[in-house]
């Protein structure tokens, strides 16, 4: 273990590089430089009169937004002598089958290409941009013919690949905890239990106020939700990330949701230079064109490709034709690193109710992936990773609910078979979409995903006594098919704070 200092000095030496080379650097810069003209900034107190002026002008706190973002985003610096990779996966086995799956979705992609005779890359003809542009914003109902493409993978391809993840040092079954595990995963991570995360998730307590519970129609506002909207008004003329994160996890009243998490994830009012203004999901079909626009523009993004530092997964490459190998010649495609699976659209389409302006659109949905949603798509040993939630979740089942798991798994309808796309899709698409952004604002607020493994495991809590009388996968997922009915915190806090542990 390092020192703590030692950790904290390299986390600020890395913040203030990181800072140093961003828009906010130099409009403090010029914010500074403007002071020096103001009567009040004095030449024997300089360095004090000008911090006082860019506390007073509020720039320290959009400094302190900045540092904070940071923290949140980027791990923990390791030991300095570890390898980069580290930081990107510290466990090799999981660094070895991301990278094993990458190049199988690589060769999907190819070969989909090679049968379609479609270059995978190159420069739209002049005519064809020029019909773009006038087409930006009806992209949705002028969609090109894409019956021949089939996805590059879907979540059920991924889940087989997780099924087959072990490490090579607990081959054998050798710890005995661990072989008590009947579920999917067979990899010894530490996930957390009940007690554990009801410390981590205290404020969804039972005698804490809940958005989602206690502004429901029979409960008088002036209980809890006039309060609570008073205090989320305060939190926004404060600008402060930090306490809007600690807000939004008793959840966002309605109108205050799209300015609160813009703070949370320090995305500025000011308009980004991207040309911007779903799926099948009923929800979400009116907001197709935002889809299309909103995608287009990340698959080409490459500020996204900066995720890949903290990120188990590593951008594909291809070479310039004629050149193949050749490190000069190499580019990332798709230009952002990102190979899109079916269902990559829901990350965006529940986004499409909060956000009107496109440009604000698309850089929440930015920060939303480059923070939480790229983990739910690559293999790592993560705490809020694809591989610690669908652990998480068999772990919750089969110590709270043994009978149920046994029972399941005895009629061949293993619970992880059912709920891995709801977790892969953070729910997206399956609950109501006013229940969705409830469970989002949690997710912001404790900066984790663990949330969506809790939830899943609630969800067949609820449903057990039905689950109970089936005799076949197919009967197990129709009792589950239909998740729009739900209510995310009562089944949330029944779970974590009503079950016996």
Request: glycine fraction near 4%; proline fraction near 6%; charged fraction near 20%.
């Amino acid at each position: 273990m390092q020192d703590p200092e030692r950790g904290l000095s390299l986390t600020i030496a890395r913040v203030v590089q990181r800072l140093q080379g961003s828009s906010l650097h130099s409009q403090l810069e010029r914010q500074a430089r403007v002071s020096l003209h103001k009567p009040e900034i004095k030449l024997e107190s300089l360095k004090e009169d000008i911090k006082d002026f860019l506390k007073t002008s509020g720039w320290e706190k959009k400094l302190q937004n900045a540092v904070y973002s940071e923290l949140n985003v980027f791990p923990w610096p390791c030991h300095p002598a570890a390898p980069p990779e580290h930081i990107k996966e510290p466990l090799a086995y999981m660094r070895k089958a991301q990278g094993s799956w990458e190049k199988r979705i690589l060769k999907s992609l190819n070969s989909m290409c090679t049968e379609l005779n479609i270059p995978l890359a190159q420069k739209r003809p002049a005519n064809e941009q020029k019909e773009l542009l006038n087409k930006w914003n009806e992209m949705g109902t002028d969609e090109p013919d894409l019956s021949l493409f089939r996805p590059v993978y879907a979540p059920k391809d991924f889940l087989e690949v997780l099924m087959n993840l072990r490490n090579p040092n607990y081959e054998n079954g050798e710890q005995p905890s661990f072989r008590n595990h009947l579920g999917l995963i067979q990899v010894p991570l530490k996930v957390k239990d009940i007690p554990e995360l009801k410390e981590d998730f205290s404020e969804l307590g039972l005698n804490i106020g809940q958005l989602g519970i206690d502004d429901s129609a029979q409960v008088p506002p002036e209980f809890f939700e006039n309060e609570h909207v008073r205090v989320g008004q305060k939190v926004l003329a404060e600008q402060d990330s930090a306490a809007a994160q600690q807000y939004v996890r008793q959840g966002c009243p309605t109108a205050l949701r799209a300015d609160l998490w813009a703070l949370i994830l320090n995305i500025s009012n000011q308009p980004e230079d991207v040309k911007l203004t779903a799926s099948n999901d009923d929800y979400y079909f009116v907001f197709e064109d935002y889809l299309y626009q909103v995608l287009l523009c990340f698959s080409r993004d490459t500020s996204v490709l900066e995720h890949f530092t903290y990120s188990s997964a590593t951008p594909p490459k291809s070479y310039i034709q004629g050149k193949l190998g050749m490190e000069e010649y190499a580019v990332f495609y798709p230009p952002n690193g990102v190979i899109p699976f079916h269902g990559f659209s829901m990350y965006v389409a529940p986004l499409c109710f909060l956000y009107h302006e496109p440009s604000k659109l698309y850089q929440i949905f930015r920060e939303m992936y480059v923070r939480f949603f790229f983990r739910l798509h690559s293999i790592s040993s993560h705490p809020s990773g694809i591989v610690s939630l669908c652990l998480l979740f068999e772990t919750l089942l089969q110590t709270h609910l043994p009978q149920l798991f046994y029972h399941l798994r005895e009629i061949g309808a293993q619970p992880l078979r059912i709920s891995f796309k709801w977790m892969v899709r953070a729910f997206s698409g399956y609950l109501a979409t006013d229940q969705l952004l409830l469970l989002w604002d949690r997710i912001l607020g404790y900066n984790s995903l663990e949330i969506l493994a809790v939830l899943a495991a609630a969800v067949f809590a609820f449903r057990a006594v039905n689950l109970m009388e089936v005799t076949s996968l197919a009967a197990a997922e129709a009792v589950l098919a239909d998740l729009s009915t739900l209510k995310v915190m009562p089944l949330l806090q029944i779970f974590l704070f009503a079950t016996v542990t």
